[in-house]
T-cell receptor
Framework: SQTIHQWPATLVQPVGSPLSLECTVE??????LYWYRQAAGRGLQLLFY??????ISSEVPQNLSASRPQDRQFILSSKKLLLSDSGFYLC??????????????FGAGSRLTVL | GENVEQHPSTLSVQEGDSAVIKCTYS??????FPWYKQELGKGPQLIID?????GEKKDQRIAVTLNKTAKHFSLHITETQPEDSAVYFC???????????FGKGTKLSVKP
């Protein structure tokens, strides 16, 4: 069966510090991978998605970047965090094929607080 | 682009009552409509989905209805239980042509 791991679960970072959130998927090959952000009282905002190694699409211009160094690894990064980067970050995957129409499976999330 | 509106933002019901959450979408080309349940501090989990070629789908106490003409779909939970308390999200997509667009969520509270 497929599993998705996301870490760290929580972190508190000062403004201006770097960020690295990591996500890995097991039990499948060539998954579509996604990073979402969930701010308090708001819905799920798609930040990045990837259909293959090295292929990253950005939905919202911002202070963050994403990379996919391996087939089942997705990393969310920032060089200098802003207060507005605080939120709950969710990694997700869907099977290869009909992009967007397949079931999204989410990780447990990473709670980021920028002080 | 697609826009998904979800109502109500909060919903409180007594245990055993029914709960209904409604969503509207703007893009008539959308053809896939999932519902996710998010418990506190966890990632959302898919609970039911429907595609545009059907009007209703049921899974035990949960059902989803779709009205393509009016461009709205609803989640129905019958015989609610305290463990149904969570935030529920609807979403829509054009299948292979687009990403899932989520509503802003409904916080459901089921009082024992």
């Amino acid at each position: 069966s497929q599993t998705i791991h996301q870490w760290p679960a929580t972190l508190v970072q000062p403004v201006g510090s770097p960020l690295s959130l990591e996500c890995t998927v097991e039990g499948t090959s060539n998954p579509n991978l996604y990073w979402y952000r969930q701010a308090a009282g708001r819905g799920l905002q798609l930040l990045f998605y990837s259909v293959g190694i090295g292929q990253i699409s950005s939905e919202v211009p911002q202070n963050l970047s994403a990379s996919r160094p391996q087939d089942r690894q997705f990393i969310l990064s920032s060089k200098k965090l802003l207060l507005s980067d605080s939120g709950f970050y969710l990694c997700a995957w869907s099977p290869i094929g009909a992009f967007g129409a397949n079931v999204l499976t989410f990780g447990a999330g990473s709670r980021l607080t920028v002080l | 682009g697609e826009n998904v509106e979800q109502h109500p933002s909060t919903l409180s019901v007594q245990e055993g009552d029914s709960a209904v959450i409604k969503c509207t979408y703007s893009d008539s080309a959308s053809n896939y409509f999932p519902w996710y349940k998010q418990e506190l501090g966890k990632g959302p989990q898919l609970i039911i989905d429907i595609r545009s070629n059907v009007g209703e789908k049921k899974d035990q106490r949960i059902a989803v209805t779709l009205n393509k003409t009016a461009k709205h779909f609803s989640l129905h939970i019958t015989e609610t239980q305290p463990e149904d308390s969570a935030v529920y999200f609807c979403a829509a997509s054009k299948g292979s042509q687009g990403n899932l667009i989520f509503g802003k969520g409904t916080k459901l509270s089921v009082k024992p």
